[in-house]
């Protein structure tokens, strides 16, 4: 018996809805069809969302991959990239791509996307201007922050606000401009758009809103903008971030049904009955699409068609955005304003922590939710509004959160209700992955891990904003007490804190002990665990275990900060942010004798050299050390600097000697190794000049004594401090300082900062253990202190005598 042929589907467009119709159909019928893909682009399926961590440096091109070339060929589909199609021949069922391939079809699939919506203006086609959509804008947007340049982005939506912020993530000055008076018109209200226009310009964006512009500067390349004030603004780099619009060329040009987009029917068929269309291309009930929610449900349908079902229909989702700009947290849904004297809106505000909610009810249901700083609460507002559930019961508590409207439903810490949550609910929308595919796969695979599910369902493998929705789930299903800990690392299904208790209670006192008593996976470890479990060990051990300089990052191996051209930068401790003129004149000398470029004073109250050699660095240090200068650890995972103002000493206001009690504090602390970099100030009065509520340890030196704050960090995610308590003399300070550190040291996961620690442990917890357990502080401070013995060695004297990884310092040997 002869095997039915199998049929020829070519996917015209190789980007994430037309190859997840292709996972879809492979899902459903794996071997009906032949498939040939053609992409424009020369790389396989990536996450296109994701492009603005890539800019912003925090993943890389293969981090975004969603099917790798090795998945193609797993699934014996023909690949073509960086070869577009340029005709169809719809009598001969035919295409043909741009190096002259003629692939036949039976069934064809449309997937081309969008094309950047670019403005009709003067200078445009300048060198300097680009869009921002393909790896190829990201490679020229980063080309040219590497060379620091200044840029404008023209748009305020959620594209051009990742543009404008992955580019001041790389260093440049950047300016936005914005047709509309507020930010995201689209996604946030008025209120809301000021408010992230206000956390933004803190973080160093600038904004021209309510700006129309005029034309681009520039004769031979872009130097500018003109906006049709007269207001010009410098840039040598222009992004045009302004939207999208479907790129139906090639459809117009083969005699298909075109008007804003391919339009298509239920069956995402479109006026040829063998050719499909899915994504940000097509055009349904009048409708075009950018988000990924509904891309999704047109991949399942038209998959579902391809696959012989006669009945599967597309209807448009009901649509949420939840989206984190900057590390600030928005969510919207539905109406963001009431539309007329029928509408009720609900409001909540916290300007100290930039919350803001308001929700939107009509006949007792809820139709519009907007969140900003706490969304929470994001994904049951959506259920509601999805179901038309009558909530004239929750009104009066509605606007505090499903765990205040529903007292018991989310347990005792709050949290979203997984249980109740409908098996549709979406919980991936990078990915498109309800609550019910999780479910699926963690009954049906027997799935027990964060990274299992990820790996299986690709829930929150891509941003990870749902992560810890998918975690909720995955201890729902499998009857854990609550979500398991995210593992170290792939080596190892063990989560930080479970890794920490196994040395303690084991006794492991190297790597290879705890790899080996622990199952890992890998007999060496990664570049992951490495690291941690080298301090993990360190700071249970002191004295015996022996540090792995193999299991540090660069920096902390040499030393010294690497900089973007291969140089290293050199901050000597200034104890306190107190020097002398004898250690000026040394650090003068230094940078005479060694070319050093760059002198430059610190936010930290220290000197930087920038600019040395690898090779000039002992010698470098050999000079400091004889000034009687040690290495200030600015490039360590351990105290970096005690800032201080002048106190008493000097300052009329000062109310003790907080410069004193800083240099106490430094000497006391220096050289102690960290879960992440620790930084301590003391401020003379509170007035707060040595900004002691931005650190992980503050002071604030009042009459009564020292009041004492944790946790606290600046940055990116800006964090103020929690009060931790108030002692009466110097040599408590350092006492519950100590303490703290050490608690951190102990219970801090490695690479988590103080700030994410206390909201994690709970600052009960850590008061109930510092201030309130007196034999327990005390017990912490000595573990402390007795640690201390064995760290404070200058590393930079060891090395400047050349007798202490002198490998690392010299220069390659020239091969003629």
């Avoid at 800019?55 to 690949?79: F, P, Q």
């Avoid at 994001?378 to 038309?388: A, I, K, N, T």
């Avoid at 509605?398 to 098996?423: H, R, T």
């Amino acid at each position: 018996m002869n095997a039915i042929p199998r049929q020829r589907l070519v996917v015209i467009g190789n980007g994430m809805a037309g190859m997840r119709t292709v996972e879809e159909l492979l899902a459903r019928a794996p071997v009906r069809y032949e498939i040939t893909v053609f992409g424009a682009e020369p790389h396989p399926n990536y996450n296109r969302i994701m492009l603005s961590s890539v800019l912003a440096g925090e993943k890389a091109v293969d981090d975004i991959v969603i099917n790798s070339r090795e998945w193609y060929t797993e699934n014996g589909i023909t690949l073509h990239t960086g070869d577009a199609v340029i005709a169809i021949d719809r009598d001969a069922k035919t295409v043909t791509s741009a190096s002259g391939r003629v692939v036949a079809y039976d069934k064809l699939l449309l997937s081309t996307g969008s094309k950047p919506l670019m403005p009709p203006l003067p200078g445009l086609d300048l060198p300097g201007v680009v869009a921002f959509r393909d790896i190829a804008d990201v490679d020229a947007m980063l080309k040219a922050a590497a060379n620091k340049q200044r840029a404008v982005v023209i748009g305020g939506g959620l594209l051009g606000l990742e543009a404008a912020w992955g580019l001041k993530r790389q260093g440049m000055p950047v300016a936005l401009v914005h047709l509309m008076p507020t930010l995201m018109e689209r996604q946030l209200d008025v209120e809301a758009g000021h408010l992230l226009q206000r956390d933004l310009t803190d973080r160093g964006l600038h904004f021209f809103t309510s700006g129309q512009t005029e034309s681009v500067l520039g004769e031979t390349k872009a130097e500018g903008l003109l906006l049709a004030d007269g207001r010009q603004i410098p840039a040598d780099l222009i992004v045009v971030a302004i939207g999208i619009r479907p790129n139906v060329d090639l459809a117009k040009a083969s005699g298909l049904d075109v008007n804003r987009g391919i339009r298509v029917g239920d069956d995402m068929t479109t006026n040829d009955p063998d050719i499909y269309s899915v994504g940000e291309c097509v055009e349904h009930n009048g409708q075009v699409f950018g988000l990924v929610a509904p891309l999704w449900e047109q991949a399942k349908v038209c998959a579902a068609r391809l696959a012989g079902d006669s009945v599967a229909a597309y209807a448009t989702p009901a649509l949420s955005t939840r989206l984190k700009i900057t590390g600030i947290d928005v969510f919207s849904a539905g109406q963001l304003a009431a539309a007329d004297e029928a509408d009720a809106e609900i409001v909540f505000r916290d300007v100290a922590k930039g919350i803001y909610k308001k929700l939107v009810i009509r006949d007792d249901k809820l139709v519009g939710a907007v969140l900003y700083g706490d969304v929470a609460d994001g994904g049951w507002y959506f259920d509601l509004m999805r179901q038309g559930k009558d909530v004239s019961e929750l009104r009066d508590r509605i606007i505090l959160g499903q765990a205040f409207a529903e007292p018991g439903c989310c347990g005792a810490k709050g949290g979203m209700d997984v249980a109740a949550m409908a098996d549709d609910a979406q919980v991936c929308g990078c990915n498109g992955v309800s609550k019910g595919a999780i479910v699926s796969a963690i009954t049906a695979k027997g799935l027990t891990t964060l990274d299992e599910v990820r790996a299986h369902t690709k829930a929150s493998a891509s941003c990870g904003q749902c992560t810890g929705v998918v975690q909720s789930i995955l201890a729902h299903v499998t009857g854990a007490d609550a979500a398991l800990p995210e593992a170290m690392c792939k080596c190892t299904e063990h989560g930080h804190d479970a890794v920490r208790a196994a040395i303690l209670k084991q006794g492991l006192k190297t790597q290879d002990a705890v790899r080996s008593a622990l199952g890992w996976s890998t007999p060496d470890g990664c570049a992951k665990c490495r690291p941690a479990l080298n301090y993990y060990l360190l700071c249970a051990w002191p004295g015996e275990y022996v540090d792995d300089y193999r299991s540090r990052f660069i920096n902390e191996r040499v030393h010294a900060n690497i900089q973007k051209d291969g140089t290293y930068s050199v901050v000597p401790r200034m104890w306190g942010g107190v020097t002398t003129a004898a250690e000026l004149r040394a650090i003068a000398d230094v940078a005479d004798k060694f070319n050093i470029p760059t002198v430059k004073v610190t936010g930290g109250q220290r000197i930087d050299l920038l600019g040395v050699k690898k090779e000039d660095l002992p010698a470098v240090w050999g000079d400091l050390n004889k000034a009687g200068m040690v290495s200030g650890h600015a490039y360590a995972k351990g105290l970096r600097t005690v800032k201080t103002c002048v106190g008493s000493e000097w300052c009329r206001f000062g109310t003790q000697d907080s410069t004193g009690l800083g240099i106490k504090l430094e000497r006391m602390m220096w050289g102690a190794w960290t879960p992440h970099k620790f930084k301590l100030a003391v401020s003379g009065c509170p007035r707060n000049c040595a900004e002691a509520t931005i650190k992980d340890f503050g002071i604030i030196c009042v009459e009564a004594g020292y009041d004492m704050v944790i946790g606290g960090n600046g940055g990116i995610d800006l964090r103020g401090t929690d009060p931790l308590g108030r002692v009466s003399t110097e040599a408590e300070v350092l006492e519950y300082a100590g303490a703290f550190m050490q608690l951190y040291r102990e219970e801090g996961r490695y690479l988590e900062r103080t700030a994410p620690y206390v909201e994690r442990v709970g600052l009960a917890y850590i008061k109930g253990r510092i201030m309130e357990d007196h034999a327990g502080r005390k017990a912490l401070q000595a573990r402390f202190l007795y640690s201390q013995t064995f760290m404070q060695d200058d590393p930079w004297a060891e090395r400047a005598e050349g007798g202490v990884d002198a490998h690392e310092f010299k220069s390659l040997a020239v091969v003629e």
